[in-house]
């Protein structure tokens, strides 16, 4: 097995128990260095960089840029060049140890991106050099610069999609695409409401809910620039756009005369601002609870369970891929669709800046910033 052991150890934990066999092969006495990055003596030709963490704590701090070894590519193997992979709160949060699955330390972070296939084991069948792959699962370690990575580990993607499209479509938009597609039978006309609506996970709910004729009540922070945020989200086809004070003001039911009571609230958020958004539920209306970048708990009304019998459900799309890695079709079907959108011009990638990898530092200080509006994304 060439995977760099690094990689091995983190998806022991996190994805698959191939991992475990790498584990039991490391000799006892590896030391916290670069050398415990190899597992397979003789096999490793050249190095590739890399940013790892060795202890949990604040990301610039903790994470350094490092080469590390890129073992030859076996059999059932395919050599990457990552090419672009954004800096999402779980990678944060990961790098934090406060995150709900964690990697053995040492470990490389991120979880998604876009790579190119250079170079295809004997037994691959599925992919060839010049292929366009994300991760089919977390804990990859996708901020680095190549990788030799199970056929497996893999799924194709079209390469005449944008760049930033493609390194962001693993995680966001397929959270919004099953929020939208497995709770409620939405119909055109039918309304969504979502706080945190301008991050990565709200900008493709717009635009997913906008190609099928569903509105959207697209609720964010206050701001200075919230004009100019606004407008961009509904240029992307959001229907309202307040602020999260409007939610419990009157002018929410002039909104209401023109818009139809949501069947689903999507929260991000938690604390008041979940509380606000089920408010406005329709009777036996769905909300789904995918993010907590308040940090706060989720309170729900006893009314809104009594009189309007809400269903207050989660959403986590590293489950749902773990759920369908036996029916390869359904991830397949799913990043179809999507990349039909994105062809179609009717799914962006969201407002990113991008960073060369050797400026990860200021990467990851921007991507804690808060009212940035913009996904950091590291180009290898
Ligand atoms: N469950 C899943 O499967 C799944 C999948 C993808 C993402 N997520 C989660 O979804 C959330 C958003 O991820 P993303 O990649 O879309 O994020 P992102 O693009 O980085 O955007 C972060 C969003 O969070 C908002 N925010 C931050 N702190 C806030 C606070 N204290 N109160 C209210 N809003 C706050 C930001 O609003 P401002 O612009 O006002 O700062 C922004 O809208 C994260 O919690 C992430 O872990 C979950």
Redesign the pocket.
């Known amino acids: 097995m060439g995977l760099p052991v690094l990689s091995a150890i983190f998806r022991s934990r996190v994805v698959c128990q191939r991992g475990f066999v790498a584990i039991l092969n490391c000799p006892k006495h590896m030391k916290a260095s670069v050398s415990l990055f190899s597992h397979s003596a003789g096999r490793c030709t050249q190095t590739c960089q890399a940013l790892i963490y060795r202890k949990h704590g604040d990301p610039s701090g903790v994470v350094e840029l490092e080469d590390v070894p890129v073992h030859q590519t076996g059999a059932k193997e395919v050599l990457v060049k990552l090419l672009a992979s954004p800096i ?3 990678d944060i ?1 990961m790098i934090q140890g406060t995150y709900s699955i964690l990697p053995d330390l040492p470990a490389i972070g991120g979880n998604e991106g876009v790579a190119q296939v250079i170079e295809v084991g004997s037994q691959v069948k599925s992919l060839k050099a010049g292929d366009w792959v994300i991760p089919r699962d977390a804990g990859l370690g996708t901020w680095r610069t190549e990788a030799v990575l199970a056929e497996d580990d893999v799924i194709s993607v079209p390469n005449d999609i944008p760049l930033l499209s493609a390194a962001t479509l693993g ?2 938009p397929c ?1 919004a695409i099953r929020m939208l597609s497995d709770f409620e039978d939405l119909k055109p006309g039918d309304s969504v409401i979502q ?2 609506a ?5 900008q493709a709910v717009i635009q997913i809910a906008a190609a099928r004729g569903i509105n959207t009540i697209n609720v ?2 206050d ?1 200075p620039d919230f004009t100019q945020l606004s407008d961009r989200l509904k240029a992307m086809g959001a229907s309202h756009v307040i602020k999260e004070e409007s939610l419990r003001r009157p002018e929410m039911k002039e909104l209401f005369k023109t818009c139809s009571k949501p069947k689903l609230a999507l929260n ?2 938690g604390g008041k ?1 979940a509380t606000e958004l089920l408010r406005h539920l329709q009777v036996g209306g769905s909300m789904v609870t ?5 940090k706060q708990p989720v309170t729900i009304p006893v009314s809104a369970l009594i009189f309007k019998d809400v269903k207050v459900r989660g ?4 489950q749902w891929k773990k759920d369908h890695t036996h029916n390869g079709k359904a991830f397949r079907a799913m990043l179809d669709e999507l990349c039909s959108l994105i062809q179609q011009g009717k799914l962006t990638a ?1 407002a990113c800046t991008e960073v060369r990898i050797q400026d990860y530092k200021k990467a990851l200080d921007a991507a804690m910033q ?4 913009r ?1 950091q994304v590291l180009i290898m």
Do not use: D, E, L
């Open positions: 999402n709160p779980s949060n995680v966001n959270t706080n945190a301008n991050s990565g996970v709200g964010i922070r701001r991000g958020v601002s995918y993010g907590g970048m308040s959403f986590w799309v590293t969201p808060p009212f940035s509006s996904k």
